[in-house]
């Protein structure tokens, strides 16, 4: 599986942005899509995550700025509306088959998101 993001960039407080990964290798049927974000000197913390039937949950920072979904079995999108300075970070994407295990969890190459006036 290969998963390919796009859509990062710069962008003042209160903007907005879309971020779009594709996957290449998923069935699409029964994996789950995600967002992850790391900021400097933080851990690698997730955002949203779509189930394979479209559910979206959302960490409470994000709740009702962001909006996740799928589309096409392959493709996740994140809707980011009232940015913020702090949700400046390399956002990563991710399938995974509903497990923590690495050997099924697959991630894309990131894409910078700066919030900066």
């Known amino acids: 599986v290969q998963l390919q993001a796009f859509g990062g960039g710069l962008v003042q407080p209160g903007g907005s942005l879309r971020l779009s990964c594709v996957a290449s290798?998923?069935?699409?049927?029964?994996?789950?899509m995600a967002w992850y974000r790391q900021a400097p000197g933080s851990q690698r913390e997730l955002v949203a995550q779509?189930?394979?039937?479209?559910?979206a949950e959302y960490r409470a920072s994000v709740q009702g700025r962001f909006f996740a979904s799928r589309a096409y079995g392959n493709t996740i999108y994140l809707q980011m509306a009232n940015l913020k300075p702090e949700d400046t970070a390399v956002y990563y994407c991710?399938?995974?088959?509903?497990?923590?295990?690495?050997?099924?969890?697959?991630w894309g190459q990131g894409t910078l998101v700066t919030v900066s006036s």
């Open positions: 991710n399938l995974n088959y509903y497990t923590d295990d690495p050997n099924y969890n697959y």
């Open positions: 290798g998923g069935d699409g049927r029964s994996d789950r």
């Open positions: 779509v189930t394979h039937q479209g559910i």
